[in-house]
């Protein structure tokens, strides 16, 4: 009941910022921000499956698309039917538009969760670098059929696609991740999705079945990846598949490991610092990128366990959000004792590596 | 039939130089456990130094054969200094991180190569010249080979051959081989693991750089992303041959290059980038560690 009020605070404050947003700020900043929005999501779902379960994925660009292409999709050629029929039956065409366009997101997101499925299946035979460049083949073979669909404009684009995305959506749908990650992985659950990247053999002995919850974090981070892909295609009204290649995927593990796996409050901090960095830099115009690859190669150097680690930002302000509420405050030390110790044992896994086969 | 003979010839062509960059990756894997993003652009660099080592000698004029070898390697010196560097720069103060630091760095090692190659050489592409003077000849009835086909497929051999001979006969050899094996337990009995490393990045570089120079000879056009592609596609090559075993790599190169060559060739030019992986998938999940990877050994 708590939650539930808080959820509808939260609401009326994003749909309150929607109006405000807009009439503050031109509409470049204006676009970073969403563009933010949009990353924190997908780093986000990528941190459940990297950082949380500790599957090496790359290959979060491939979801994003299908889930893009997906929604999309069913707005460009289904919208103007739903339209009309509800013209003829009169009701508001801005109602029926949004709400038309939750649903097709969250469609855009099922299509991406069933590729998450089919992407996690593999998950149960390779590991570690197998698996990540399984998941990137996965990314690559999905762009390159998308690229290869008509229907969906091919190699021209994706054109004409309605503007939906606001500043409420992607907020709210950001929002949504979060919560989700979070209590997901402070749940029962989280403690098996943890178990799973600390040590699988020792989590399977102790009843945990791991492939469950493997696949598990794939379906349900291709879930977020997918609505991602939604958001942004109906913020540019374009989709051409070179936004997807194996690049994006990159940019979102780089947010992830920058932010420090495992970290919400990380992957959050990262992508906004991802996103508006490159921005940033462009007064120095060739240099940009040169500065922004330097700062990188720096930033991982200089904290190689990302900003935040494991941990979780613990500020005041942090704690008035409803997904630290039911929580008390005993959570936060403890889950950074955890977390340091983690640390440790990880460090010491990558001097003595395991496998002992390369010739 | 012909035909896919001609196919094959060009596939094997362009699978040796997937071979030559997907050596470069296996190495560095099987000593650090690390995927070197940035590998595929020191081909690019090796690409670039030898455009301007064969204007220096002369190009785009004619270019003796002695003049040509030796462009070779002024571009195979160079991108090993540039390994070397990025070695000691980069990957070595992150040697006890987590192993996913290393590779984000791998990745920011790479835009900044991709990025520095667009402000330092132009964005545009550039004309690689012809140090070997194109004639085709034909093989048997109906079946082309160019000359450079040729030399770009003796090159690779002979490089193939002696880094065999490196790593199986020489001391340094046995050491990479050792460390490869156990980093710690080589590092207890002697050897300097830190040499051996930098030795192994000189080597994967060196053969980046060969395959960036015969690219040149086949793909006349280079340009500073040219690396992208063709380095995730050696990298899958090595993936597909098992990771960390050099003949793995080889082989895997060139089934990559066949299968891409015949896919553009018989389906469509818009599969190419697909066949690669779905091929690697469809490898991975009948066997796991690629065709010649042995199994993990799992330690309870």
């Not at chain 1, 031109?26 to 459940?48: D, E, K, M």
Request: glycine share 12%.
């Amino acid at each position: 009941m708590k939650n539930l009020v808080l959820v509808l605070a939260v609401t009326v404050v994003l749909v309150f910022l929607n109006f405000l947003i807009p009439t503050l700020i031109n509409p470049y900043i204006f676009q970073i921000l969403i563009l933010c929005g949009i990353n924190v999501i997908l780093a986000v779902s990528l941190n459940l499956i990297n950082g949380f379960t500790g599957q090496f994925s790359i290959g979060h660009a491939g979801f994003m698309a299908i889930g893009g292409y997906t929604c999309a999709a069913i707005t460009f050629y289904l919208g103007p039917h739903v339209a009309n029929k509800a013209a003829s039956m009169g009701l508001s065409a801005t109602i029926v538009g949004t709400s038309f366009f939750v649903l097709s997101l969250v469609a855009g997101g099922l299509a991406s969760a069933i590729a998450g499925f089919l992407v996690g299946l593999p998950s149960l035979r390779l590991r570690g670098d197998y698996l990540a460049i399984v998941t990137l083949g996965f990314g690559e073979i999905i762009r390159v059929v998308i690229l290869n669909v008509n229907a969906v404009g091919g190699a021209r684009g994706f054109a004409d696609i309605p503007r939906y995305t606001n500043f409420f959506w992607v907020s709210f749908f950001a929002f949504v991740t979060i919560v989700v990650v979070r209590n997901l992985t402070s749940s029962t659950h989280g403690r098996a999705f943890l178990s799973v990247r600390e040590d699988e053999i020792a989590a399977e002995a102790l009843g945990i079945n791991t492939t469950r919850y493997k696949v598990l974090a794939f379906v349900i981070g291709a879930f977020f990846a997918g609505v991602a892909g939604g958001l942004f295609g109906h913020y540019l009204m374009y989709l051409h598949t070179n936004s997807f290649t194996f690049m994006k995927s990159f940019e979102v593990v780089i947010m992830v490991v920058l932010g420090g796996m495992g970290s919400i409050t990380g992957s959050v901090i990262a992508a906004g610092l991802l996103t508006v960095l490159p921005e940033a830099l462009r007064p120095v115009k060739e240099f940009r990128m040169v500065i922004y690859a330097s700062l990188l190669i720096f930033l991982m150097i200089a904290r190689p366990q990302g900003l935040f680690g494991m941990r979780e930002l613990s500020l005041q302000t942090f704690r008035s959000l409803p997904f630290r509420m039911g929580k008390k405050e005993q959570k936060g030390p403890e889950k950074t004792r955890d977390g340091t110790r983690f640390q440790k044992r990880r460090g010491t896994k990558v001097r003595a590596p395991k496998r002992l086969d390369h010739s | 039939m012909q035909e896919f003979l001609q196919q094959l010839v060009n596939g094997i062509t362009w699978g040796s130089i997937y071979a030559l960059i997907a050596l470069g990756y296996t190495m560095v894997y099987g000593i650090l456990r690390l995927i070197n993003f940035a590998h595929g652009d020191v081909y690019m660099v090796g690409a670039f130094v030898a455009y301007f080592a064969a204007r220096l000698v002369g190009a785009p004029g004619p270019v003796s054969p002695i003049a040509a070898v030796l462009v070779l390697l002024i571009a195979m010196g160079s991108c090993a200094l540039l390994g070397v560097g990025i070695e000691r720069g980069a990957y070595k103060p992150l040697r006890k991180s987590p192993r996913l630091t290393a590779l984000i760095t791998a990745i920011g090692v790479s835009l900044l190569l991709e990025n520095l190659g667009i402000i330092v050489f132009g964005p545009d592409p550039k004309f690689f010249p012809q140090i070997v003077t194109p004639r085709q000849m034909e093989l048997i009835p109906g079946v082309l080979v160019g000359r450079h086909q040729i030399v770009i497929l003796a090159v690779s051999i002979l490089l193939m051959l002696l880094l065999q001979l490196v790593v199986l006969r020489t001391k340094i050899g046995k050491a990479m081989r050792a460390v490869s094996f156990n980093r710690q337990a080589a590092s207890l009995m002697g050897i300097s693991t830190d040499n051996v490393i930098t030795f192994t990045f000189a080597v994967g570089s060196a053969l980046a750089a060969a395959a960036g120079v015969l690219v040149g000879l086949s793909n006349p056009k280079i340009d500073p992303l040219m690396g992208i592609m063709p380095g995730i596609k050696a990298f899958v090559a090595a993936v597909l041959g098992g990771i960390g075993n050099i003949p793995g790599a080889m082989i895997g190169g060139l089934i990559m290059g066949v299968a891409e060559v015949m896919v553009v060739g018989y389906v469509s030019s818009t599969f190419r980038d697909a066949i690669a992986f779905a091929l690697l998938i469809v490898i991975l999940l009948v066997k796991p560690t690629g065709l010649l990877g042995t199994g993990m050994a799992e330690k309870v």
